[in-house]
């Protein structure tokens, strides 16, 4: 997928890495979820109706200092949201999206991958920036492979979700790469 954009013109690079980036931060984006804790009783009213102990409720009833659990990677991939294919990595998607997406709350392109509120990520656009640059230099410059194989590599399950090789878990953080150079494009 990554290797498309070498077959792109400069000027067509722009919209497709643009998607891409969108993308990788839906299905891949590092924080797969947050907590937050209620300052106060409340009634969180729900975008659908949910079956709890007591039966089907259009609401969510919460105490003073209850964990909430925010679920990122889950929203990204909820197929009520997304559609059919929500577990699929699309960068196409992201030309027609589906309207149920608009009501996410997140502060970056219907994600919340830089969450959303007053507490959102003040990084956001630096790493955007960041992410693109990256990728439209390695990417034109580089044809790169996994250096192991797919199912060898996993990523933790903390907030920031990382890499590793599972038959060398004790290396730590790593995702290894075999990069070929390749002429620029256009
Ligand atoms: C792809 C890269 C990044 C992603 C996906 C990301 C995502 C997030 C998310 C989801 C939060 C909210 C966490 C929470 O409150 O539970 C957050 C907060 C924050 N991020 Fe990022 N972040 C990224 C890069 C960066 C960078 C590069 C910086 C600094 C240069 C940064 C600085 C911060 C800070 C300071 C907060 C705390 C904001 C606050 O509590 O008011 N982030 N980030």
Not at 55 to 82: F, M, N
Request: hydrophobic share 40%; net charge neutral; aromatic share 8%.
């Amino acid at each position: 997928m990554l290797l498309r954009l070498t077959h792109l013109p400069l000027w067509d690079v722009s919209p497709y890495l643009e998607n891409f980036v969108k993308e990788v931060l839906r299905l891949r984006g590092p924080v797969g979820f947050t907590i937050r804790e209620t300052m106060r009783d409340d009634v969180i009213p729900l975008c659908r109706p949910c079956t709890e102990k007591k039966g089907r409720v259009q609401y969510s009833v919460v105490a003073k200092g209850q964990t909430i659990y925010v679920p990122i990677l889950g929203v990204h991939c909820d197929t009520e949201l997304w559609g059919a294919d929500a577990g699929e990595f699309r960068p196409e998607r992201w030309d027609a999206l589906p309207q149920n997406v608009n009501d996410i709350p997140g502060v970056y392109s219907n994600l919340l991958a830089f969450l959303g509120g007053p507490h959102n990520c003040i990084g956001a656009k630096f790493s955007l920036a960041e992410m693109k640059a990256l990728l439209f230099t390695l990417v034109r410059a580089f044809e790169l492979e996994m250096a192991v194989p797919n199912d060898d590599v996993e990523r933790t399950t903390s907030p920031v979700g990382k890499p590793f090789v599972r038959s060398e878990k004790e290396k730590g953080t790593q995702m290894p790469l075999l990069l070929k150079s390749c002429s620029l494009g256009p």
